[in-house]
């Protein structure tokens, strides 16, 4: 079992929809959570992080966290298609920061 | 503050033969991370260093790759006889613990091994 999974997508998506991104994680140890987003040829950039159960939301993305069930989640309202990218789920793991491989999202105008 | 720098940003190299890159944090980090990057995957863990020791390097991870941090700046990554495998995007990233480790990602080394 991977550290952290995550559906490789491609995952379609209207403009102006919500897209809904889903990662599990395997080491209850796990510490924090991150998602980055990662442009085609670009790096990844931190998007949001979330420590604690519950929701935390910060302009147009919603990241959920559930503890007791090893998953986390992210939301993008109002789907835009400079969104679309991949998105990598990180868990921190005894400082050690463990990637899934992507989610490829796209947003069809 | 400049971000992290990864120098060169493409290599081409032989088979057989040894590469060395280098990294330039975020000044104030403390700490490092390289990853290995493949088409289609996720940032795949190599090692990180807290200041100049390294704390954890990948199980994974072949002898022919050796890492260094000397002073607690810059950072090297060798990859000695490479190999057509290693061909990859060698990303570098630097956070603090007070971030939380948040990583700061530099824009890579593209590595291409004939």
């Known amino acids: 079992q991977k550290e952290v999974e995550q559906n490789s997508g491609p995952l379609s998506v209207p403009e102006g929809a919500i897209a809904s991104l889903n990662c599990t994680y395997s080491?209850?140890?796990?510490?924090?959570f991150f998602w980055y987003r990662q442009y085609s040829g670009k790096s990844p950039e931190l998007i949001m992080f979330?420590?604690?159960?519950g929701d935390k939301e910060d302009g147009r993305f919603t990241a959920q966290l559930n503890k007791a069930s090893q998953y986390v989640s992210l939301l993008i309202r109002d789907s835009q298609p400079s969104d679309s990218a991949t998105y990598l789920c990180?868990?921190?793991?005894?400082?050690?920061?463990?990637f899934g491989k992507g989610t490829r999202l796209h947003i069809l105008p | 503050d400049t971000g992290v720098s990864q120098n060169p940003r493409h290599k081409i190299t032989k088979r057989g033969q040894n590469v060395t890159f280098r990294c330039d944090p975020i000044s104030e980090h403390n700490r490092l991370y390289w990853y290995r990057q493949t088409l289609g995957q996720g940032p795949e863990f190599l090692t990180y260093?807290?200041?100049?020791?390294?704390?954890?390097k990948s199980r994974l991870l072949s002898d022919r790759f050796s890492a260094e941090r000397p002073k607690g700046s810059f950072s090297t990554l060798e990859i000695q006889r490479t190999e057509q495998g290693d061909s990859a995007m060698y990303l570098c990233?630097?956070?603090?613990?007070?971030?939380?480790?948040?990583?700061?990602f530099g824009s890579g080394t593209q590595l291409s091994v004939l």
């Open positions: 080491d209850r140890g796990s510490q924090s």
């Open positions: 990233a630097s956070s603090t613990r007070l971030s939380n480790e948040k990583l700061f």
């Open positions: 260093f807290q200041n100049e020791a390294q704390l954890e």
């Open positions: 990180a868990v921190n793991r005894d400082d050690k920061i463990i």
């Open positions: 979330i420590y604690s159960n």
